[in-house]
């Protein structure tokens, strides 16, 4: 990983002149550009922001003495940095253990990241140099001597977060000339994405992320979004064990040769697409959801990434000239639910008001992408993506994709009761297995629950692996699914029947081999093609019943397998929640035993695991191996 690849550039403009000017003192020798001339640039510039302060700050005494105190301190910084600084940045992820002493090739890596170091800050002084300068004061906030465009420092009483009220330079007497769009191109308001926002009655906070590569994002009240937004301010990230295999696919592709490319289908506020921006990654992103996308364009700006991202303001279709699609989007819950038709939208959320309906045009990838080589595909559009996956037939067939992580949520179709559907997850994924590419697939979820992630450079886990012989079982549980339930491929056992330890539900009601059994509502798969990533997804298949084992040997899975049930649910969990809804001894068996959960010592616990034993055993369950 080199020291000042653009994420790290891209940061340090993000952390104020004195960190500019820290960045450009570490810039190998031989890059484009000196650091004395960047540095006495940028000092001027500070000064000159320091007089644009002035006035603003003597109308708020107590600010301004904080401000000038800390401005002493930034200047006597500013001057270290310039003139004494020649130490190495810190290394953006930990060391690997065992790899202290330097090495042949450790020097060889070494000697390549700061060439690919030296290259990237002669791209970024080279884009510096062309880039407007945003100032005026036409914020509602602006000259109240205090920067509300989120580039200050949070203070003590702040905490992490920053509150945004102010597009980038429009708050320029309190913050300093914006170097740079506010915004992409494809960002066709009227006004700014802040504003658009503000207008719109909707927060925005932003934080500095918890990893390297670092970058700022911006997101909502996690009071309103309960999801994204919510992570993000209380952790830094956003689903961790996603990031972390993207940081292993992109490293090689973007942050070593920088020439990869990621496409982001429903890229929501962004998170993923700045995480390979900050990368080196060039991107693709698709977010047709105005308001998602306003917090995107902010970020991508902020960060100084807009000559990587591309913003796409159109859905990802399977046929596009179609006509246009309409996307139903929440404004309370889980804002990542919006959707087209707002199939996936929990409605038992209060959504305190109209859903937003919005009508949007359609792309296809093949169509967008044509011959371009993607390293990695990431598609979270709630239930619609296998219409992505089709869209990228001609793509997949010539193998142009190497990577796929993808939201896989058969529930949509179920709780729509759009049963002629239910085929449709499965067939897509079967496509990417038996299909030119030979993807093999693996269930971003571990058996014994959640790894701890300390840095994104911390070796990738074994993930279950998603086979063909498991999704034959689901797609022999779809044709089963009537109007008015599932038909039981043969009869069930009476016993099991009498005592509920057979329950006509989803998921309770899938064959256990399927991948669909240890699914709640949705997950997330990782497909690759290429061998070096192939150990990591070979591990033992999905199932509530191990794929090999004999549905003749019992009703439970094998000690040792998983401590999960139906579902994906925790066995202790469900056990945990027939003692709190205080379910009576044949609710708690019932619950349990339906789940492949054992149930305890307890009455009648013994009895109803016998019973499930000696059906499965004699080959009175309603499933075939």
């Known amino acids: 990983m080199d020291l000042l690849g653009p994420a790290s550039k891209a940061g340090a403009k993000r952390r104020g002149p004195h960190a500019y000017v820290h960045a450009l003192a570490m810039t190998p020798r031989g890059s484009s550009g000196g650091a004395g001339a960047a ?31 800390a401005l002493g301190g930034f200047l006597a910084y500013l001057l270290l940095a310039f003139v004494g600084s020649r130490a190495l940045a810190p290394p953006l992820e930990p060391p690997v253990p065992g790899m202290n002493g330097p090495t042949a090739a450790a020097a060889a890596a070494a000697a390549a990241m700061h060439a690919a170091a030296a290259a990237r800050a002669a791209e970024l002084l080279a884009l510096d140099a062309g880039r407007p300068v945003t ?38 007497a309190d913050c300093g000339p914006w170097k740079g769009a506010p915004h992409t191109a494809s960002w066709t308001e009227p006004v700014g994405p802040i504003e658009f926002l503000r207008r719109r009655g909707i927060e925005v906070r932003s934080r500095t992320t918890a990893y390297r590569p670092k970058f700022t994002f911006a997101y909502t009240n996690p009071a309103h979004d309960v999801d994204v937004s919510a992570s993000a301010s209380a952790t830094g990230v956003v689903e961790a064990s996603i990031s972390h295999i ?136 709630e239930g619609f993506e296998p219409d992505v996956i089709q869209g990228a037939s001609s793509l997949l067939s010539r193998q142009l994709i190497d990577n796929v992580v993808m939201e896989y949520s058969p529930h949509v179709a ?92 989803m998921p309770e009601r899938f064959h256990p081999k399927s991948f669909r059994s240890v699914i709640n509502f949705n997950t997330n798969v990782w497909a690759s093609r290429l061998e070096r990533f192939l150990p990591h997804l070979r591990g033992a298949p999905v199932g509530v019943i191990p794929l090999g084992a004999s549905l ?50 307890e009455a009648p616990c013994p009895e109803a695991e016998a019973i499930a034993d000696g059906c499965a055993r004699r080959g009175e369950i309603p499933f075939e191996d």
């Open 135 to 172: 100032c005026d004061n036409s914020c509602f906030k602006a000259n109240d001597g205090v920067c509300d465009d989120g580039r200050h420092y949070p203070n003590m009483t702040q905490g992490l977060e920053t509150w945004v009220v102010c597009d980038l330079g429009t708050d320029c």
């Open 246 to 381: 993207f940081y292993h696919v992109l490293h090689g592709p973007c942050s070593v040769t920088g020439r990869g490319l990621f496409v982001d289908v429903g890229a929501n506020f962004g998170w993923y697409s700045l995480l390979a921006g900050a990368m080196g990654c060039s991107v693709i992103a698709f977010e047709p959801v105005p308001q998602f996308r306003a917090f995107f364009e902010y970020n991508v700006a902020r960060n100084g990434l807009a000559h990587k991202i591309q913003i796409r303001p159109a859905a990802a279709v399977a046929h596009p000239g179609r006509g246009n699609y309409t996307v139903v989007v929440p404004q309370r819950g889980i804002w990542g639910t919006a959707g087209i038709d707002g199939a996936n939208i929990d409605h038992l959320i209060d959504n305190e008001g109209e859903y937003e309906r919005v009508r949007v045009s359609g792309e296809s990838l093949d169509q967008v992408l044509a011959d371009r080589h993607v390293d990695l595909l990431k598609v979270d559009v």
């Open 414 to 505: 179920e709780k729509a009761s759009r049963w002629e559907e239910l085929s449709r997850p499965p067939r897509m994924l079967l496509s990417l297995i038996e299909g030119p590419s030979a993807f093999t697939i693996g269930h971003i979820q571990h058996r014994g629950g959640e790894v701890e992630i300390a840095s994104w450079s911390q070796p990738l886990g074994l993930y279950a692996q998603v086979t063909a012989a498991n999704l034959q079982h689901d797609l022999l549980d779809a044709k089963l699914v009537s109007k008015t339930g599932m038909i039981w491929a043969r009869e069930p056992c009476p016993a099991m029947v009498n005592l509920a330890l057979l329950v006509d539900g």
């Open 39 to 69: 540095g006495a640039r940028v000092a001027a510039e500070a000064a000159a922001a320091v007089a644009a302060r002035a006035a603003g700050l003597a109308r708020h005494p107590a600010t301004g003495a904080v401000v000038y105190m």
């Open 552 to 601: 003749r040997e019992g009703w439970f899975p094998p000690p040792n397998w998983t401590e999960l049930g139906s579902g994906g649910r925790s066995c202790a969990e469900l056990r945990a929640t027939a003692a709190r809804e205080r379910l009576d001894d044949a609710g708690r068996a019932s619950l349990l035993v339906s789940h492949h959960c054992r149930c305890g010592e």
